[in-house]
Nanobody
C-alpha cells in the first residue's frame, strides 16, 4: 500500500522560509510525477509545483521564484523549499503522486500539512 506522509508545516512570519517534506512508502513507480498542491480556507485546491521522473519542474505563477521542489530517490522523498513566504501562502499543503499518461496506476495523496504565514 502506497502512503505519502508530509511534514514540516507550521507557523512562520511573512518573509520567512519553511521546508516541507513528503516521505513515500510502499511500491511506487519511479516514473511517477511528484508534486505539491495547496488549499486555502474557502478556496479550491491548486497546483503549487511538480517534478517529473527526469527532474523537470513546473511552478504556479504565484510561487515561481520563491519555491523550489526537489526529490531524493534514495530516500523516496520529495521536498518543497518555500522562501519569502506571504500571508496568501497560508494553506494546507498536500503531497501527491501521479503516473505518466502511458502508465496504468493510481493517484496518491498525503494527508496534508498546515502552513500558516502570519505576524
Amino acid at each position: 500500500q502506497v502512503q505519502l506522509v508530509e511534514s514540516g508545516g507550521g507557523l512562520v512570519q511573512p518573509g520567512g522560509s519553511l521546508i516541507l517534506s513528503c516521505a513515500v512508502s510502499g511500491s511506487i513507480s519511479p516514473y511517477y510525477t511528484m508534486g505539491w498542491h495547496r488549499q486555502a480556507p474557502g478556496k479550491a485546491r491548486e497546483l503549487v509545483a511538480t517534478i517529473t521522473f527526469g527532474g523537470s519542474t513546473n511552478y504556479a505563477d504565484s510561487v515561481n521564484g520563491r519555491f523550489a521542489i526537489s526529490k531524493d530517490r534514495d530516500k523516496n522523498s520529495v521536498y518543497l523549499q518555500m522562501n519569502s513566504l506571504k500571508p496568501e501562502d497560508t494553506a494546507v499543503y498536500y503531497c501527491y503522486a501521479e503516473p505518466p499518461t502511458w502508465l496504468d496506476g493510481g493517484v496518491y495523496w498525503g494527508q496534508g500539512t498546515q502552513v500558516t504565514v502570519s505576524s
